[in-house]
């Protein structure tokens, strides 16, 4: 199978590897630091007393689409 010609691919976190590539990985990257950062908040106000029955704790954070050609539309038929 030929890549984006049969088969799109796309990968989560800009690892370097998807770079070195042909073609270049198309990727949704992440803010990783900024994800664990607030686990850590979240675990330390858990460990501070932060109540269990409370709701879950939710964050939403951007992500980007960083496209190098790993991804086509279907062939049309």
């Known amino acids: 199978?030929?890549?984006?010609?049969?088969?799109?691919?796309v990968s989560?976190?800009?690892?370097s590897w998807t770079?070195?590539?042909?073609?270049?990985?198309?990727v949704i990257e992440l803010p990783v630091e900024a994800m664990a950062?607030?686990?850590?908040?979240?675990?330390?106000?858990?460990?501070?007393?932060?109540a269990s029955s409370e709701p879950p704790v939710r964050?939403?954070?951007p992500a980007r689409l960083v496209v190098r050609g790993s991804c086509a539309p279907p062939p049309t038929r």
Do not use: T
């Open 37 to 50: 950062l607030a686990c850590i908040e979240i675990l330390f106000d858990l460990m501070d007393g932060g």
């Open 59 to 61: 964050r939403v954070f």
């Open 1 to 9: 199978m030929s890549v984006p010609r049969d088969i799109s691919l």
């Open 19 to 26: 770079q070195l590539v042909e073609p270049q990985i198309d």
């Open 12 to 15: 989560f976190d800009n690892y």
